[in-house]
């Protein structure tokens, strides 16, 4: 008799690691994985739910170099524009959590996320230790991200993968 085993995941996410359950109790620590989800899975929607953004972000793009998102239209902007970039390169992202604190008062929370961000293309592996500040407001559908402030510590980018992310850099290239 043939068992056959459900399919595995394409891939496997650094998020799920077994260590990073020590968080799981913080508030906003659902919430904040599930938006590095979406940001993983490239998921304009999944994340447009989760974020209000109404105060505007701070982002780092593919080559480690701050972005100011000032309008909910500049930040649907951005997005689409780093999703399709990152599809078109065949780029996969990924992220884990090294420290994780929360806080809430009322309808308005805060967290400091420090993780690293894993961008790939190929073989090529590209790392950036990052620190973010988020805050969150409460509102009638639940709680959702009203600002993101990410700054990258330190990164490790392998100098051919930076010649492939540098600004106006050719997709085809990769």
Not at 60 to 69: K, T
Not at 124 to 144: E, S
């Amino acid at each position: 008799m043939t068992v056959l085993e459900p399919p595995s995941p394409i891939r496997t996410s650094r998020l799920d690691h077994p260590d990073l359950e020590r968080f799981e109790s913080e508030p906003f620590y659902s919430l904040t994985t599930s938006l590095l989800r979406a940001v993983r899975e490239h998921d304009l929607d999944g994340l447009s739910m989760l974020c209000d953004d109404d105060a505007g972000i701070v982002d780092v793009d593919p080559s480690g170099q701050s972005v100011m998102i000032r309008t909910r239209e500049e930040w649907e902007g951005w997005f689409r524009q780093l999703f399709a970039a990152l599809d078109a390169f065949g780029a996969e992202t990924d992220s884990t959590v090294v420290d994780f604190r929360s806080f809430v008062d009322g309808g308005l929370g805060w967290s400091v996320l420090e993780f690293r961000q894993f961008l790939e293309i190929g073989e090529l592996v590209a790392t950036f230790d990052c620190v973010a500040t988020l805050i969150w407001k409460q509102t009638p559908d639940g709680w959702r991200e009203a600002r993101w402030h990410c700054s990258v510590l330190s990164q490790d980018v392998p100098a051919e993968l930076a010649v492939l992310t540098a600004p106006g850099a050719d997709p085809q290239a990769a």
